[in-house]
């Protein structure tokens, strides 16, 4: 597998949009032709340059890794392996989604945040709002299993769903019963909800220093979601997201003024859901990410 800068080695026009099957690259700008490996094919007129050696242009090459069945960019040559950097991340996910290569892209979610990006991770990493913010969501997992473990590069999130029937979406004949998530250094969550066989993959984008995008990738059983994935999807679009969106909206508005300078953490040595030890840790790495650059 390979993967390129959507860039044409001529003038820097991007050369493809959207997702798709296609047998050669072609810009669009002068239709200089690439194949799938990145090499020059055809660049249109270049029988008239001189010294002109097409064997010698290639689309610049990105890494390319495939991790838990999922697809991962780095655009540093000089980093670590995403899998030798995230110790047992990938078992993890495995254990409690066996069935990830099977499952099939079937929806995906977009959003713009009005709040800087660590403010949208800090506010995915605890759930000591939950019971304040997301009463539909304490009442799809039972909140005395939930459990943070905070490793190097990740944390996970672990609960149980809950026993009684939950005004968040149906899980009905559930197969999954588990709610599993982890975070990802920097800006990844994947995540694995209660109900039939599924995946999401969230990604927190910055734009600005108070703005966010955020996309979700649903993968299930099939590529059609069913009617009970359907409703899983719209309680996160609906209910869930519009939640959170408000909350760190709120929290980005409350930093600008003088009132707010720093809080306290919330920690619960037992290590359960409603503790801001992730919080924490996330910040750690934040701070050391910033005297690492500092120095570089």
Same mark, same amino acid.
């Given at each position: 597998?390979? $993967?390129?800068?959507?860039?044409?080695?001529?003038?820097?026009?991007?050369?493809?949009?959207?997702? $798709?099957?296609?047998?050669?690259?072609?810009?669009?700008?002068?239709?200089?032709?690439?194949?799938?490996?990145?090499?020059?094919?055809?660049?249109?007129?270049?029988?008239?340059?001189?010294?002109?050696?097409?064997?010698?242009?290639?689309?610049?090459?990105?890494?390319?890794?495939?991790?838990?069945?999922?697809?991962?960019?780095?655009?540093?040559?000089?980093?670590?392996?995403?899998?030798?950097?995230?110790?047992?991340?990938?078992?993890?996910?495995?254990?409690?989604?066996?069935?990830?290569?099977?499952?099939?892209?079937?929806?995906?979610?977009?959003?713009?945040?009005?709040?800087?990006?660590?403010?949208?991770?800090?506010?995915?990493?605890?759930?000591?709002?939950?019971?304040?913010?997301?009463?539909?969501?304490?009442?799809?997992?039972?909140?005395?299993?939930?459990?943070?473990?905070?490793?190097?590069?990740?944390?996970?999130?672990?609960?149980?769903? $809950?026993? &009684?029937?939950?005004?968040?979406?149906?899980?009905?004949?559930?197969?999954?019963?588990?709610?599993?998530?982890?975070?990802?250094?920097? &800006?990844?969550?994947?995540?694995?909800?209660?109900?039939?066989?599924?995946?999401?993959?969230?990604?927190?984008?910055?734009?600005?220093?108070?703005?966010?995008?955020?996309?979700?990738?649903?993968?299930?059983?099939?590529?059609?979601?069913?009617?009970?994935?359907?409703?899983?999807?719209?309680?996160?679009?609906?209910?869930?997201?519009?939640?959170?969106?408000?909350?760190?909206?709120?929290?980005?508005?409350?930093?600008?003024?003088?009132?707010?300078?720093?809080?306290?953490?919330?920690?619960?040595?037992?290590?359960?859901?409603?503790?801001?030890?992730?919080?924490?840790?996330?910040?750690?790495?934040?701070?050391?990410?910033?005297?690492?650059?500092?120095?570089?």
């Amino acid at each position: 597998m390979r $993967g390129f800068y959507n860039v044409c080695r001529h003038r820097g026009h991007e050369l493809l949009k959207g997702d $798709g099957n296609t047998r050669f690259i072609t810009c669009p700008y002068h239709a200089w032709v690439y194949n799938l490996d990145g090499s020059l094919r055809r660049a249109h007129r270049s029988e008239l340059v001189e010294n002109f050696r097409i064997n010698d242009i290639c689309l610049r090459q990105v890494r390319v890794e495939v991790f838990c069945h999922l697809v991962f960019v780095n655009l540093d040559p000089d980093a670590a392996p995403l899998a030798g950097q995230s110790g047992e991340l990938q078992n993890e996910v495995m254990a409690y989604a066996p069935d990830l290569a099977t499952l099939q892209h079937a929806h995906q979610l977009h959003y713009k945040v009005r709040a800087n990006w660590k403010v949208v991770v800090d506010n995915f990493l605890e759930c000591y709002h939950c019971p304040v913010a997301h009463r539909d969501f304490v009442s799809l997992v039972d909140m005395s299993t939930y459990k943070v473990t905070v490793h190097d590069r990740y944390s996970s999130h672990i609960a149980k769903a $809950g026993q &009684n029937s939950n005004s968040a979406y149906t899980v009905a004949g559930a197969s999954v019963t588990d709610h599993a998530v982890w975070h990802l250094w920097p &800006n990844t969550a994947l995540l694995r909800y209660p109900g039939r066989g599924n995946f999401m993959v969230w990604r927190f984008i910055p734009v600005s220093a108070e703005e966010t995008i955020e996309e979700f990738d649903f993968f299930f059983e099939s590529a059609t979601p069913s009617e009970m994935e359907l409703q899983a999807i719209h309680y996160i679009d609906t209910v869930l997201q519009p939640e959170d969106i408000g909350l760190v909206e709120s929290v980005q508005r409350g930093m600008r003024t003088p009132a707010f300078e720093q809080g306290r953490y919330m920690v619960d040595p037992e290590g359960s859901g409603m503790s801001e030890h992730a919080v924490h840790a996330f910040h750690r790495q934040v701070l050391d990410a910033y005297r690492g650059a500092c120095v570089a």
